[in-house]
């Protein structure tokens, strides 16, 4: 478990939020560890995604282990980024027009983080259901089977996730997401 006595940073809170995915608290986050090439003001604004059962405004020990993860790597993270918006502008802009690698960040920035819940992995009676579904018709599955197709049908939760809203200033109206779990980018989208 990381140490957040040795991790420098303030949650400004702002009011809590009700959103599609539950409810969620939003607040400015500061700390001498984010990146000023990423965030231009030392600041970013996050927002910590809850449940529908969980209390408007909350935040939880994942979260906060989410948030640690997201503060800890931002060497990594630059990197990654840089990495994924080079393979993206090579996509649409043959030309070159647009800064690559580390100038990159002249005309981009991180405009939001989101933090999200683990994503709530099938039931043990799911998974059971789906298992005899799958073996159709054994009515009394061997306890073996059962619990191998169980375990490889309910995947632990990742230890942090997260995903970063990016800004460009190009001429096109999409926003760039990036999406963490586990520290390591698991997906990048236009919408």
């Keep these: 478990m990381p140490d957040f006595k040795a991790i420098p940073f303030r949650l400004n809170m702002k009011e809590p939020m009700r959103m599609l995915s539950g409810n969620g608290a939003s607040a400015t986050l500061v700390s001498t560890l984010l990146d000023l090439d990423l965030h231009r003001t030392g600041e970013v604004s996050v927002v910590f995604c809850g449940h529908e059962s969980t209390q408007l405004g909350m935040i939880d020990a ?52 989101t933090f999200m819940n683990p994503k709530t992995p099938a039931t043990i009676q799911e998974a059971t259901e ?15 089977l ?11 939760p990742p230890s ?8 460009a200033d190009w001429k096109d109206s999409h926003v760039r997401l990036a999406c963490f779990r586990d520290g390591e980018l698991d997906e990048f989208r236009l919408e």
């Design 62 to 113: 994942y979260h906060l282990s989410s948030l640690v993860d997201y503060l800890t790597r931002q060497s990594q993270i630059r990197a990654t980024l840089e990495g994924e918006l080079d393979r993206h502008l090579s996509k649409w802009d043959k030309g070159k027009r647009l800064r690559r690698g580390a100038d990159i960040w002249k005309d981009v920035r991180i405009s939001g983080v």
């Design 130 to 144: 789906s298992a005899r579904r799958f073996l159709s018709g054994t009515v009394h599955p061997p306890k073996v």
């Design 146 to 156: 059962m619990d191998s197709l169980v375990a490889n049908t309910t995947p632990p």
């Design 160 to 167: 942090s996730e997260y995903t970063l809203e990016l800004a």
